[in-house]
């Protein structure tokens, strides 16, 4: 209520009256009508009085201007309070709580000063404003919450006198006095890391490792924390601490230490005693390490009595333990350290002290098999040699400069932190032409085992791939030794596989496809298809030739068998829709994944023999629910090849075999394997194979130890020039044999006499190849022509190389006719080392003569051991001996023209012989290879013409030979001459 004083001048008289506005704000002068007892006016008569105002309080402010406030104790804190009154000022006062009729504070100009606050001055604080001149108040309430740091007020537990047996429940009680509530942790001196939080901390089952002191820490974040201790003793038996070392080797006058370190509680006394003499030893001592830790040791220093057992017995009044300790007569090994980079890098192999007999194996583990480094034993205080495990040899592995870190990923935890240790290796092998066997090595174990890791994103994918690519992309003979040490080769294609059963595929359609320039991966979760499911996939070429690279354009998925188109493929694969269709329907999980990729080389594929992959390697495996699927129910899978080389109609379907890779092969190294694959027909220059199982295919050629790669124009040249040289040396040869059949002067030397022999195997080796070269109609005839081919090319080596040792004896050695039977020893071993080989491939392997369709010679395994190695030993041999032959001549000045002019002479011959026989087949092994065409022609001509050129450089040449026929012939014809005289003469005396 609001009220006026009203002051008017009446009849000359001051009246004073109330006029009451209710619920009005009136300032200034007024009009209105008076009343009251003291005041008589007429209703309807109006006056012009001026009011003074008179209302409040109100608008009760108190600053801060919140219900509450917050002082942390011992801060001091101002509050005001204000009100509205009219005519000012009000009178405030504050009072402690809700009462207002005591417990004033202040009553001064409204403000509350709190100063160096503490708990007691916590609560309601009440500011309460009147008005001086009327009645009536108003008030505002403050709570004021004093915050404060913790007081542990108490730490018990229920333990009597804190001390419990083993195997008992303990609990502890923290009680804390905080505003606000503190944060209880426990934790105990022995430990760093923190027990519990909460007011409360139980140990189930006490054990004598529990003894300790306790600690209860309260915080609140006011002031420090504060902590408490409280110790806990919990009896126990003795037991060891550390494990007691129960024998020591050593030697007499040696200072030994005999100890034991024991946990037990309380304390425990120590009994050692000497089993073989019995006598109680009282020099122990005994060291307290913690409350419950105990060592005792007794120190002895050796003589003969002092060996054998010693007892120690541990005794505290709730158990006791008995430890022995035997000291035997002999030697330790130390501690040692073994560096060594038997693994291609250098690492340090620590070994600890080891008693005698006793084996260690390295902490390090082979990343191939799993099994140690290496295994060292202790023998008389003498290390044996580590024996380092072979499976991990690289010590002679080339090393490049990424091969440490390869080594250091390959060795780590493959599965932590698998994506980026893809990217590393990704740029480590990146300059493929770079890595070194070891290199391959690494990266291959590596792979093998991210490719079983799961949660592998796509990008993880694209980088395991182009890993795969940079080792197709190394050197061939890198691979090919990597696979020598390490299975590589069915290490990275079964990774390859497991990858592709973890590939994350996309949610729409279910399918993931990758292409890179030697790799295509492409992978479709089947039961995600919203049409016809996927059979197959395939490349196509628009040109003749095989694509160099792959490219997305040039792939096609394929749905139907009508969808393949021959003349358009490159390589393509075709599952058989009978058979996938029902697996899907029948099927109820939602994983059905056909897996398939493309290899755009072998290089991955290493095997000991020397077929030659044809095609691309393209692979398909159908899973369900990461299961392959096996058994095919009678169906088949179709692949499509474009050939790299072709091959004439008539060879294709034996000589091209269609072929997958057989992991258990080749004691499971791997190899190719057409079981269960059929090679079906040629369709449009395209090789159509069918095989009733999944997994990786390709096209295979059989063509080393034949010529059916080689054009029949080029194969009708070859005989030609064959026959004709063959002819020409056939008649060299006979007429050199003759020659040195007629006159006998010409064998007196033992140079003639070795080229006479040499003639001879020659012309034998010549008419069995020109009379039986062809006859492969009879199978045993055909053995026996490959049989003798071999011996008598055999035998002309020798010879060759016995003349080679009789140019050594006589210009080297200086032996000359001295040399006693050389040409006895000569003619044995000249005519019988050849039977050696000839023996021995037939004792092995009859079949080993089975050279080809075409011709009777030997195949391509045994020309290698039992024919190209034993030539290439004797050309080896003979080659040094003529280096030496002709350095003697060179450095000798005691030599007259004679006998220089007859030495160079012999010389020459042998050399020219070592270089017809020698040289030509150098071409002829070459031959065997791809760039054979070139080669056969250079070995048919000089091989073919071998004996003619003998006949024409050591027998035509040579004036002497000439000389004796020239006499030959002349004496014939003066025979002759005389002869036709005397029959003359005598029919005419007869006349």
Not at 403 to 429: D, G
């Amino acid at each position: 209520m609001k009220m006026c004083l009203c002051h008017k001048i009446l009849l000359g008289q001051r009246r004073i009256g109330k006029i009451l506005y209710p619920n009005t704000t009136v300032r200034g002068s007024i009009t209105c009508t008076t009343m009251g007892p003291r005041v008589f006016v007429p209703s309807e008569q109006l006056y012009s009085v001026t009011c003074i105002l008179t209302d409040g309080p109100e608008n009760v402010i108190v600053t801060p201007t919140s219900s509450s406030i917050t002082v942390i104790e011992n801060e001091s804190r101002t509050v005001t309070c204000s009100a509205d009154c009219n005519p000012p000022p009000c009178n405030i006062s504050w009072y402690k709580g809700a009462d207002t009729s005591s417990n004033i504070i202040s009553s001064s100009n409204g403000l509350l000063q709190l100063n160096n606050i503490q708990r007691p001055q916590a609560g309601n604080y009440t500011c309460q404003a009147k008005h001086t001149q009327i009645s009536g108040s108003q008030s505002k309430q403050l709570m004021v919450i004093v915050h404060y740091p913790p007081t542990i007020t108490s730490l018990t537990s229920d333990a009597t006198n804190n001390m419990v047996d083993e195997h008992s429940t303990v609990t502890f009680t923290c009680s804390v006095d905080s505003l606000p509530s503190s944060v209880i942790s426990w934790s105990r001196s022995q430990q760093e890391e923190q027990l519990y939080s909460g007011s409360q901390y139980t140990i189930s089952k006490a054990s004598c490792q529990h003894t300790d002191n306790y600690t209860c820490t309260a915080s609140n974040n006011i002031g420090q924390p504060v902590s408490k201790h409280i110790p806990l003793y919990a009896r126990c038996s003795p037991r060891e601490n550390i494990e007691t070392k129960r024998n020591i080797i050593n030697r007499i006058d040696a200072t030994i230490n005999l100890e034991v370190d024991i946990i037990a509680y309380p304390e425990p006394t120590f009994t050692w005693y000497h089993t073989p003499t019995r006598q109680i030893i009282n020099t122990a001592r005994t060291q307290q390490l913690s409350t419950i830790n105990y060592k005792s040791t007794v120190e002895i220093t050796l003589n003969s009595t002092l060996f054998g057992d010693y007892i120690v017995s541990v005794h505290n009044g709730i158990g006791i333990q008995n430890f022995t300790i035997t000291v035997i007569d002999g030697d330790i090994c130390p501690e040692t350290i073994i560096i060594s980079n038997h693994t291609g890098v250098e690492v340090e192999y620590r070994m600890p002290e080891t008693i005698h007999g006793q084996t260690f194996e390295t902490d390090e583990i082979c990343v191939v098999d799993g099994a140690p480094i290496g295994v060292i034993r202790c023998f008389n205080g003498s290390w044996s040699r580590i024996a380092f495990n072979e499976n991990c040899n690289f010590q002679e592995s080339l090393k490049s400069a990424v091969t440490t870190n390869l080594s250091v990923i390959a060795q780590s935890n493959l599965t932590h932190n698998f994506e980026t240790n893809l990217v590393k290796v990704q740029y480590l092998t990146s300059i493929a032409d770079e890595l070194t066997p070891l290199d391959v090595i690494y990266t291959a174990i590596m792979l093998e085992g991210i490719s079983k890791t799961d949660n592998i994103t796509q990008q993880g994918v694209t980088n395991f791939i182009n890993i795969i690519n940079n080792i197709q992309n190394s050197k061939e003979q890198v691979v090919t030794e990597a696979n020598v040490k390490v299975n590589i080769s069915n290490r990275l294609i079964a990774s390859l596989d497991e990858l592709e059963l973890r590939i994350p595929t996309d949610d729409d359609d279910g399918h993931f496809r990758l292409v890179t320039n030697e790799t295509v991966v492409e992978v479709w979760n089947l039961t995600r298809l919203k049409r016809n499911p996927v059979l197959g996939l395939s490349i196509d070429v628009e040109g003749s030739n095989p694509v160099d690279i792959f490219e997305n354009n040039v792939l096609s998925t394929l749905y139907e068998e009508s969808e393949v188109i021959y003349k358009r493929t490159d390589v393509g694969i075709l599952l058989n829709k009978q058979f996938v269709t029902p697996t899907i329907e029948e099927k109820t999980t939602t994983d059905i994944r056909l897996s398939m990729h493309m290899l755009n080389t072998d290089n991955l594929f290493i095997t000991d023999n020397n077929d030659t992959v044809n095609s691309k390697v393209i692979s398909a495996t159908l899973t369900i629910d990461r299961k392959p699927v096996v058994n095919l129910n009678g169906s088949f899978v179709t692949i499509v090849f474009f050939p790299q080389k072709i091959l004439q109609d008539k060879y294709k379907e034996k000589y091209s075999h269609c072929v997958f890779w057989d992991f258990s092969l080749n004691n499971f190294r791997g190899g190719w394997s057409n079981d269960g694959c059929r090679y079906v027909n040629t369709a449009e220059g395209r090789d159509v194979c069918v095989c009733d199982h999944l997994t990786n295919f390709a096209l295979l050629l059989d063509y080393y130890g034949h010529d059916f790669l080689v054009q029949p124009s080029h194969q009708q040249a070859l005989s030609i020039i064959t026959y004709i040289g063959l002819i020409l040396s056939i008649i060299g040869l006979g007429l050199t044999i003759l020659t040195f059949l007629v006159f006998k002067k010409l064998r007196e030397g033992r140079p003639q006499q070795v080229m006479f022999n040499l003639a001879l195997a020659m012309l034998s080796s010549w008419i069995v190849f020109l009379t039986g070269i062809k006859q492969t109609g009879d199978h045993v005839g055909c053995i026996v022509v490959a049989v003798l081919l071999h011996y008598f090319i055999m035998a002309s080596f020798t010879w060759m190389l016995m003349e080679g040792i009789l140019q050594y004896l006589l210009f080297v050695k200086v032996l000359g006719s001295h040399f006693r039977h050389f040409m006895l020893k000569a003619t044995i071993l000249a005519w019988g080392l050849p039977v050696i080989p000839v023996a021995s491939m037939l004792a092995i392997d009859v079949k080993l003569y089975n050279g080809g369709e075409l011709y009777c010679w030997m195949g391509l395994k045994g020309m290698y051991y039992g024919f190209a190695l034993p030539l290439g030993l004797i050309i080896l041999t003979n080659s040094i001996i003529h280096i030496l032959v002709t350095h003697s001549i060179c450095n000798r000045n005691n030599l007259n023209t004679t006998v220089l002019q007859h030495s160079v002479t012999n010389i020459r011959a042998s050399f020219c012989s070592f270089i017809f026989l020698g040289l030509t087949w150098v071409f002829g092994f070459l031959a065997i290879s791809d760039a054979r065409l070139v080669f056969q022609y250079i070995f048919t001509v000089l091989n073919s013409l071998q004996g003619f050129l003998i006949f024409i450089l050591f027998t035509a040449r040579d004036k002497k030979v000439r000389d004796y026929w020239k006499q030959l012939c002349w004496s014939c014809k003066t025979r002759s001459t005389t002869s036709k005289s005397s029959k003359t003469t005598s029919s005419s005396t007869a006349l």
